[in-house]
């Protein structure tokens, strides 16, 4: 009888503590539905309108336009881009910050993550004056060459803009994560002589896996959907943001802005899921 008492008891607590977080979640439920589900819902309507120019569906229209497409490739391959390099720069200077005790270490990471207050406008300018046609490049490559190199404003500028965006973000991740990583497995792979490459493959990668796939989807995303730098180096770029600018502002299309809009947020959240179904995963 007192066993079934405290049993009893125990799912009381259990359904009054089931109630008290679902009144507790309600605020975000609330906030969820109003900011994103229903303008989504929206915009999901709205990109099975007719286009403008074609008389099509906006989801027909992205599909069946070889411009569109375009689009979406130059930004998925750019995003790629940046994506590997930002995770190869930054996992080597968080392994180095992580393991290196110096003069100057904590300045030195306060200056590499400092860009974290700079907007996607403002690191475009910054681009701008590196290799802008009055920029810095431009400046010494026309004292020694007398020819004036621009980058800044092609989707080679786009993409330092884009790495100098996602770095202090990745760095800040990834070095946590190397502080975490266990010394003892280096030094046990090393007394039964592992390569320092073999160490790095079987030991390092694997340890900051979880790290390196959440931070790369995150860039992933960021870069696909990144429009401040993009805007201030030019419009005549080619990938999606400008794209559903350009679609929405200068021709009112907004079916195809709204269907632009929905495929380049698929891309993006099919990239948080895998990353998140990888992270996962057992190892076998």
């Known amino acids: 009888m007192v066993l079934a008492d405290t049993f009893t008891l125990a799912q009381r607590r259990i359904r009054r503590s089931h109630g008290a977080w679902w009144w507790l979640m309600l605020p975000a439920l609330l906030f969820f539905c109003a900011f994103w589900l229903l303008p989504f819902a929206r915009l999901l309507q709205m990109g099975m309108q007719a286009d403008r120019s074609t008389q099509h569906s906006g989801y027909w229209t992205v599909i069946s336009q070889p411009q569109y497409l375009l689009s979406l490739l130059h930004t998925v391959l750019l995003s790629l881009a940046v994506t590997l390099v930002t995770l190869m720069i ?10 290196q005790r110096f003069a100057g270490r904590s300045t030195l990471l306060a200056l590499l993550t400092f860009p974290l207050a700079f907007p996607g406008v403002v690191v475009g300018f910054l681009v701008v004056m ?22 800044a404003y092609s989707l080679t500028g786009l993409f330092i803009g884009y790495l100098y965006f996602s770095l202090p973000r990745a760095i800040v991740t990834l070095v946590a994560a190397s502080e975490k990583l266990d010394a003892s497995l280096e030094e046990a792979a090393r007394s039964l002589g592992a390569s320092q ?54 021709y009112a299309n907004f079916a195809t802005a709204a269907a632009l809009s929905v495929v380049m947020g698929g891309v993006a959240w099919l990239a948080l899921m895998l990353a998140r179904a990888l992270t996962h995963r ?3």
Not at 90 to 99: D, E, K, W
């Open 130 to 151: 590196l290799a802008g046609r009055q920029g810095l490049l431009a400046q010494i490559s026309m004292t020694l060459l007398h020819t004036r190199w621009t980058l």
């Open 197 to 250: 490459w073999h160490i790095i493959c079987d030991v390092i990668v694997p340890g900051l896996r979880p790290a390196l796939l959440s931070t790369g989807a995150l860039c992933f995303a960021t870069s696909m959907g990144a429009f401040g730098t993009a805007f201030t180096l030019g419009t005549d770029l080619s990938v999606l943001p400008l794209t559903i600018y350009g679609e929405f502002t200068n």
């Open 282 to 284: 057992e190892p076998t």
């Open 90 to 99: 930054a996992a080597t200077v968080g392994c180095f910050l992580a393991r």
